[in-house]
């Protein structure tokens, strides 16, 4: 069985040469709490990323402002010079006040400032793709995002950057985009709780483009619904499997990007990627989001 069979299979989404597998692995646990400050033990950090690789995740999300700094240092540290296929994919648009705040930072000055703090800390040259975080916390405005996406297709033409995504976005900001800059990755709020974007993974879907849920497991207050409990002991399973596994069944270009600062949880998490969920259980677990509404 190939890396990409044992990791959900591959998805190449349209325009990239990118044969990205289905599960990879989100940096943001590298750092301390609230993806603030130093991580407790920098030596597991170094080994989390070291086996990801190793276990075959070619598709790295982080960001400088996690830390900040700290989860590209630490990537860079763990396994650069790095492997020919392997896409980190990073984001600007946000940085980190003294107060472990996320004050946006859109201005030209912002992002051309975090493109080239995201090249130096992960020594790169260009930046596979850069996603453009806009709207609030956890959902997006409906804001006209022209402005910044601009910059990131100035700074594209200028080679900084080889492909641009967009976070936090409605669809109607998604049309926008699109105007603006080929478009090959969207990453939101998305989870068996949380399914706003039910219609839009569809339509990217039929475009080709990658689908990125963040917070896939629930985010700092992780999923909990003994709808998923019975589903996990009736698998033999546990609870985060069974959500990265119905993720994975929801839509082939669904990429996952669960994190974890520790070397068995990741191993517990790519155990998701050979979970199949038979039809009646996706049923119980499709009625998990009409319940928390």
């Not at 540290?77 to 930072?105: N, Q």
């Not at 926008?176 to 039910?198: F, G, M, P, T, W």
Request: aromatic residues 6%; charged residues 15%.
């Amino acid at each position: 069985m190939s890396p990409s069979t044992k990791l959900g299979g591959a998805f190449t989404p349209a325009g990239t040469n990118l044969a990205l597998n289905r599960m990879g692995y989100g940096a943001i646990q590298l750092t301390g709490p609230m993806a603030f400050g130093p991580p407790r033990d920098r030596q597991a950090a170094l080994a989390v990323v070291r086996e990801a690789v190793r276990l075959g995740i070619n598709h790295i999300d982080t960001s400088d402002f996690y830390g900040p700094h700290i989860a590209n240092e630490i990537i860079k540290e763990a396994i650069h010079p790095y492997p020919k296929d392997l896409a980190i994919v990073t984001k600007v648009g946000a940085r980190r006040g003294p107060d472990k705040s996320w004050p946006a930072a859109l201005s030209r000055e912002d992002l051309a400032g975090a493109v080239q703090d995201n090249l130096r800390h992960l020594g790169l040259d260009v930046l596979e793709i850069v996603n453009l975080r806009v709207g609030g916390q956890l959902a997006p405005n409906e804001n006209s995002i022209a402005e910044p996406l601009t910059v990131l297709a100035d700074l594209q033409a200028k080679g900084l950057i080889r492909h641009i995504g967009v976070s936090n976005i409605s669809q109607r900001q998604f049309v926008e985009a699109q105007a603006i800059a080929k478009i090959v990755c969207v990453q939101n709020h998305y989870n068996l709780a949380h399914r706003s974007d039910d219609s839009f993974i569809d339509t990217l879907a039929a475009q080709g483009i990658a689908y990125v849920p963040f917070f896939p497991l629930g985010g700092f207050r992780p999923l909990q619904s003994p709808v998923l409990d019975a589903a996990a002991t009736s698998l033999g399973a546990t609870t985060r499997q069974v959500a990265l596994a119905w993720l994975l069944q929801r839509s082939p270009n669904i990429l996952i990007i669960a994190g974890t600062s520790s070397v068995g949880h990741l191993h517990d998490n790519l155990k998701a990627a050979s979970l199949v969920l038979p039809t009646d259980t996706v049923a119980q677990l499709d009625r998990i989001a009409a319940n928390a509404a």
